[in-house]
Each structure stands twice: as structure tokens, then as C-alpha cells.
């Protein structure tokens, strides 16, 4: 298997492929080259890296999200446990849409992002379905319509949640979407080695 097989064995789109480099507003897209070098300075910090050219989001000049294997690797759980109706809080570059969007087991995904421009920005990019809504506010303020259940709950809004930081969050948002998850659903987040 070839490197480029390798990095889509999880299930996900490589970006750069699907996200020209661009700009509206306060996000923008562009792409960087992973090196050798790359790779052993990576490796060397044990963290899973490979050869390729990856997309990056910015928001506001602050990276937000890339398609490297860390992140392939660090949203894998929700691609296997999608099932049903979906809710996706953070659209990001909308890796993890295309590959709910090809899951036969998916009737519905909703998408909050609190960026416009982001939206702006990715939207024509995402899978044309009629599954698909997304929509523009910040998950700590938008409710679901009351007694609305979803299968399936993820949250996706941090750009680093290696040190723990996002744990308060997380807690917090597990709280208040409990009551709209399925009695046999499944809720969970980005970043599980910081699960806390």
C-alpha cells in the first residue's frame, strides 16, 4: 500500500485535493507540503505523521484545523460510530461531513459552526445531500427543537485539545445535549486522548 492509499484508509477525503487555497473573510484555506523532515521531527515527539500536502484552516490568522494524520486518526470514532440522525458542532473543513455523508447509516446530519465566513468558505465544497443542514450559531447558545433526539452527537470545536484545556467544554456541552441524545445513542468528542 502506497503512502497516499495509506492516508486514506481512514475514510476521509484528503482536503487539498478538495480545498483550493482562498480566503473570505476572516477564514482561510491554504496547504503545506509535510516533509521528510517533517516526519522524523514529528516522530520523534511520537506523534503519527506522513509525507503529504495537507489543507489548513485558519480562522482569524489562528490554524484551527489540518487534514494530517493525527487528525484522520483523532476523529476515526466518530466515522465508525455514525449512525442514524446526526449532530456535528464544528464544520471545520468539513472532512468529517464527507465521510458521514457516504455512511448509508446516516438519515440526517446537522452541522453548527459559529463562523459565517467558515461556512462561506467551505460550503461549496461539502457533498451536495439532502441529509446535509448547516447551520450558522455557537453551540453553547443554539438548542435543538424540544425533544429532538439525535443518534449521534459529536463535538468538534476545539483547535487543540491536547492539553486538556477543552475538558470544561466538554463537559459542559455533554450536559446540556444529553437530553437530545437517542436512548441507545452515542455522544463524543474530538481528541480522545484527552478525554478526562
Do not use: Q
Not at 500500500?1 to 477525503?13: I, L, N, Q, V, W
Not at 472532512?95 to 448509508?104: F, P, V
Amino acid at each position: 500500500m502506497t503512502r497516499r492509499e495509506a492516508s486514506d484508509s481512514y475514510g476521509f477525503p484528503l482536503m487539498a485535493k478538495l480545498l483550493a487555497p482562498s480566503k473570505i473573510g476572516c477564514a482561510e484555506i491554504t496547504h503545506y507540503t509535510i516533509t521528510k523532515l517533517d516526519v522524523l521531527r514529528e516522530l520523534m515527539h511520537g506523534g503519527p505523521c506522513e509525507e503529504s500536502t495537507v489543507a489548513i484552516l485558519r480562522v482569524n490568522g489562528r490554524t484551527v484545523m489540518s487534514d494530517t494524520r493525527h487528525e484522520r486518526l483523532t476523529n476515526w470514532e466518530i466515522r465508525a460510530r455514525a449512525k442514524g440522525r446526526v449532530l456535528v458542532a464544528g464544520l471545520g473543513m468539513g472532512m468529517i461531513i464527507h465521510a458521514l455523508a457516504k455512511n448509508a447509516e446516516v438519515s440526517s446530519i446537522t452541522v453548527v459552526e459559529k463562523e459565517s465566513d467558515v461556512i462561506a468558505l467551505i460550503s461549496p465544497s461539502l457533498p451536495k445531500t439532502e441529509k446535509l443542514n448547516v447551520v450558522c450559531a455557537d453551540i453553547f447558545k443554539w438548542a435543538p427543537a424540544i425533544g429532538e433526539k439525535f443518534d449521534t452527537i459529536y463535538f468538534d470545536i476545539w483547535a487543540d485539545a491536547s492539553n486538556g484545556a477543552a475538558a470544561p467544554d466538554r463537559r459542559k456541552l455533554s450536559a446540556r445535549f444529553r437530553k437530545h441524545k437517542a436512548p441507545e445513542g452515542w455522544m463524543g468528542s474530538w481528541h480522545p486522548m484527552d478525554r478526562r
